[in-house]
């Protein structure tokens, strides 16, 4: 598909409404897959369950089809998520549940040189993050690194 003909202002009003159109087309597969799971329906097809008939079936891959189904039973038990985002969805699943996810911490070996930093943080850190990530251009390592060094000071002083 050539899009070149249209103008900067056009590609972006399409754009948009691409994007409201997919999202309602995701809903309504979503209520889909809820009705097909409740019925049990992809057993009358010859599927064991509703994972074999999404991969299977209806051709998605694996990871696809996980989301999908995990969306569409939260759907089923949660109508009010409907028209939130997923980080919304989040938020409200642990204040139902009245607490924060899990601390974790996991380190990745990316390269020699280089690892990648996983870690559960709260609402009010990240948003300390992305002030400090606005504020760096970017360079937010060197910022992480330099507050480790201070607290790592600051620890062993209040230790002595």
Same mark, same amino acid.
């Given at each position: ?15 948009? !409404?691409? !994007?409201?159109?997919?999202?309602? !087309? ?6 889909? %897959?809820?009705? =097909? ?14 994972? #074999? *008939? ?10 696809? #089809?996980? /989301? /999908?189904?995990? #969306? ?10 409907? +028209?939130?985002?997923? %980080?919304?969805?989040?938020?409200? %699943? *642990? ?11 996991? =380190?990745?070996? +990316?390269?020699?040189?280089? *690892?990648?930093?996983? %870690?559960? =943080? ?6 300390? !993050? ?10 937010? +390592?060197?910022?992480?690194?330099? #507050? ?13």
């Amino acid at each position: 598909m050539n899009l070149k003909h249209l103008t900067d202002k056009v590609l972006i009003e399409d754009t948009k !409404v691409l !994007v409201s159109k997919e999202r309602e !087309v995701l809903v309504q597969l979503l209520h889909h %897959i809820k009705e =097909i799971d409740s019925r049990k329906l992809y057993s009358d097809l010859g599927y064991s369950s509703l994972f #074999a *008939y999404l991969t299977k079936g209806l051709e998605f891959s694996e990871s696809p #089809a996980c /989301r /999908r189904i995990s #969306a569409a039973r939260l759907l089923k038990s949660h109508p009010e998520i409907e +028209n939130k985002s997923s %980080i919304e969805v989040k938020k409200e %699943i *642990y204040k139902e549940l009245g607490k924060l996810p899990d601390q974790k911490v996991s =380190i990745k070996v +990316n390269s020699q040189n280089t *690892y990648e930093l996983k %870690i559960t =943080i709260d609402e009010e850190t990240n948003e300390l !993050v992305r002030e400090l990530k606005g504020l760096s251009k970017g360079d937010l +390592n060197s910022f992480l690194k330099d #507050a480790l060094k201070t607290q790592i000071e600051l620890k062993k002083k209040n230790s002595h």
